[in-house]
């Protein structure tokens, strides 16, 4: 099973590329690496961090802590998701028979 997990926080005032570098580098320093992770932004200097894991949905998975609250204007949100596959309900695209 895949499990993706969110972490969103919004920055101080200003402090949205601090925020996002923050972010990143703690991504960097989880305990151990996850399948794949993201990070992207939006408008009010908001961060979010995607990360995808296998493992069983309650399985302990490293998580970004919180940031000083200097940096951040209110509590990290978190949530965690079972991937379904894609949404166009097709099997994702991979190496055919005989691939190298």
């Known amino acids: 099973m895949t499990v993706a997990l ?5 920055a101080a005032g200003g402090r949205g590329a601090e925020l996002l570098e923050w972010a990143r580098a703690r991504t ?19 961060v979010l ?3 995808w894991w296998d493992a069983a949905y309650d399985a302990e998975l490293p ?5 000083a609250p200097g940096l951040v204007t209110r509590a990290v949100h978190r949530w ?3 991937s379904l596959g894609p949404a166009d309900g097709r ?3 991979g190496p055919g028979p005989g691939a190298h």
């Open 49 to 51: 961090v995607l990360t």
């Open 28 to 46: 960097l320093e989880l305990a151990r690496s996850p399948l794949r992770s993201e990070l992207l932004r939006a408008p009010q200097d908001r």
């Open 63 to 67: 998580e970004l802590p919180e940031p």
């Open 6 to 10: 969110m972490w969103e926080a919004r």
């Open 80 to 82: 965690r998701f079972e």
């Open 91 to 93: 099997d994702r695209p």
